[in-house]
């Protein structure tokens, strides 16, 4: 299919007949015995299946998260119904049947079944996810690819596979029965039979995250011999695709696959769904290679959108140039197998690994004409801790739908027509203008909740706790704006309160919000006076810059100069006659075009809180820093 041209206005559906080409009718009675034990069935094939093409970019999709989506989001985040869920284990202890993940599927068909259609068969299959055609089967080529196909006049349906997998099954939509399957021997999917003649829909779903049984190898679904295949419903759902590792497959919550992030976003916004995700993934040698495998032209069940988590296992392996020239290579193939205007989403790891090449990638490809990519900074959404995360690197239940339900917004701004702005987040009811605010941490290192009060558009009051603003993570009270590319933050520390010498208070530059990121910040501190410290790389330790003997009041000022990546710490003491600012330091810093900027306060201890008075705030946002800066009021 020419992906770029304008795609078709609906779905396409095909119906094959296939006739057998034995002529000999005692080799077919004989071959049919042989396979299925059951008088005169009818063998559906399901080979070179109709493609299906999705839809185009002028689709308009009816999206209300007000209305469907929300009772979809109750469905969606609800407990999995244990049980009512059927796990079957279906082995032939006297067939051995070997799993290499090199192997093909034919390689395990023990019958040629390829033309074993004694009445023909009718099949219109509803492929979503990477998929493959072959003279003998169809196989899928990652986790949770899926088929539907809706069956009439069958009282009783049975799957054949050509190697051992894991399946999914669901009929009409009801609860997911489970079943692991290591033999060839057909599977009664429903041993007690149907209560009528339908037409009923069965979906069957690939669940294995082991790579060398991520296939289903479907060489054939067997129904009775009346049965009929009805052309697969139109589809009204777009396809969004999620390209990830561990996180996106659900590796480590409860059911893997269906708590995963993105199968509850998929629910909440009532979206079809695949996985291009394995364990471990990389970027780097992994996915920019993997994803191609399976080209969407082979099966041309072409994506409305994909999503992208990467990062975390590149990170510590690879630098920073390599990821965003890898990303960068990677995307721009990738926009190649989509729609023109697809949208592509970003998302940013939830602890902030590969943020800068990230964001610098879709910023690369913004620049280059692609105008439907988007970079997503889900750093401030999931705090680090037992409540949302199983370890460092997999988050659990409750993690993943936060994320879900922190995404599922975001992706309907872009899967509606006309397409909206990316919402920021809401504005602070007790903020001027555009300030945030936000404890930033662990959860066993944030300690007493922070909070702020605003006296004025320039004057702020920060209560903070935290185990400190120093080696290798953060635990904070902060209040921050977004700030791109450069310009200025000034503040006056008017007073500091702290039980602890290494309390801090002062203004800070961040890369992200998670507790490891890359920061600079000019403070003051019982312990140092006032300080400047850097941290260079994500979760690297910070290191002290410069100090000086000083206590509040104090105005400090911070100015980011993107052109070179020089940031310059200038001081100047209230209670001087001299209205000039000091030099304090000119650093070197590498961070994200876009970043956050604010007012910082630690307690240096969990068990407190330290209090800091900010006033005459000013936040310059510039390509050039004036000789005189106007303080703007926030207002």
């Known amino acids: 299919a020419n992906i770029n041209s304008v795609p078709p206005t609906h779905n396409q559906f095909t119906a094959t007949k296939r006739k057998l080409d034995i002529t000999d009718q005692d080799e077919k ?46 469905n969606a985040l609800s407990p999995m119904m244990e049980d009512t869920v059927m796990e079957d284990d279906y082995t032939d202890e006297d067939e051995i049947l070997q799993t290499p993940s090199s192997m093909s599927c034919s390689e395990f068909i023990p019958h040629d079944i390829g033309q074993d259609l004694d009445q023909g068969g009718y099949t219109g299959s509803l492929e979503l996810g990477r998929w ?37 099954v669901t009929i009409n939509q009801q609860d997911y029965k489970f079943i692991n399957i290591s033999t060839t021997t057909p599977v009664d ?27 289903i190898c479907l060489t054939s679904i067997i129904l009775d011999d009346s049965a009929i295949t009805l052309p697969p419903k139109k589809q009204v759902n777009p396809l969004v695709e999620f390209v990830g590792h561990d996180s996106t497959l659900g590796i480590e919550s409860s059911r893997t696959l269906f708590t995963s992030f993105a199968w509850v976003t998929s629910k909440i916004l009532g979206l079809e769904h695949t996985f291009v995700a394995y364990k471990n993934a990389t970027l780097i040698d992994g996915m920019d290679q993997k994803y191609f495998d399976w080209a969407l032209s082979e099966t041309e069940n072409i994506p409305w959108s994909v999503v992208v988590l990467l990062g975390a296992n590149d990170a510590g392996s690879y630098s920073s140039n390599h990821y965003r020239e890898t990303l960068n290579a990677f995307l721009t193939k990738i926009r190649k197998t989509l729609y023109e205007t697809a949208p592509i989403f970003i998302l940013s790891e939830p602890l902030g690994d590969m943020f800068r090449p990230s964001q610098q990638s879709v910023l690369d490809m913004i620049h280059d004409g692609d105008q439907h990519i988007y970079f997503i900074d889900t750093t401030g959404w999931i705090r680090y801790g037992p409540n949302l995360y199983k370890d460092n690197l997999h988050l659990n239940d409750a993690g993943h739908e936060l994320l879900a339900k922190k995404l599922a917004p975001l992706l309907q701004t872009k899967l509606t027509h006309p397409r909206d702005p990316l919402p920021g987040p809401p504005p602070n009811p007790n903020l001027p203008g555009d300030w945030h605010t936000i404890d930033v941490g662990q959860e066993n290192r944030i300690g007493l909740p922070g909070t702020v ?44 309160s702290a039980f602890a010498k290494c309390a801090k208070a002062g203004i800070m530059i961040r890369e992200h919000l998670g507790h490891g990121s890359p920061l600079i910040m000019l ?27 000083a206590s509040p009041p104090y105005r400090l000022r911070l100015i980011r100069h993107k052109d070179n990546d020089l940031f310059e710490a200038q001081i100047q003491n209230v209670d001087s006659m001299l209205e000039t600012w000091e030099p304090l330091a000119t650093i070197p810093l590498v961070l994200a075009r876009d970043v956050y900027v604010g007012l910082a306060v630690t307690s240096c201890d969990t068990s407190v809180v330290s209090v800091a008075k900010f006033t005459e705030v000013a936040l310059y946002h510039s390509s050039f820093i ?10």
Do not use: C
């Open 189 to 215: 999917l429903v041993p007690q039979g149907l209560l009528d003649d339908g037409p009923h829909e069965l979906t069957v779903m690939a669940t294995s995250i082991d790579p060398s049984q991520v296939h």
């Open 29 to 74: 009675l004989s071959k049919r015995t042989q396979l299925i034990h059951s008088p005169a069935p009818n063998l559906l094939l399901l080979q070179n299946m109709p493609a299906i093409t999705y839809a185009s970019p002028d689709y308009k999709p009816n999206f209300k998260l007000s209305s469907s989506a929300t009772a979809n989001m109750a």
């Open 132 to 168: 493959h055609n072959t003279t003998k089967d169809i196989q899928s080529g990652w986790p949770g690819a899926y088929f539907k196909v809706t069956l009439q006049h069958t009282r009783f349906i049975k799957l054949q596979v050509g190697q051992p997998t894991s399946l999914a």
């Open 626 to 635: 004036p000789e005189n800066l106007r303080f703007i009021d926030q207002q």
């Open 453 to 496: 009060s605003a006296d004025s558009a320039t004057t702020f009051t920060l209560w903070g706790s935290g185990a400190d603003i120093d080696n290798d993570r953060d635990a904070f009270r902060f209040v921050y704006q977004p700030f791109s590319s450069q310009g200025m933050i000034e503040a006056t520390v008017r007073s500091h």
């Open 523 to 549: 403070g003051i501190s019982p312990a140092e006076g006032i300080f400047v410290q850097v941290r260079y790389d994500n979760f690297n330790s910070t290191k002290l810059i410069k100090k000086m003997r």
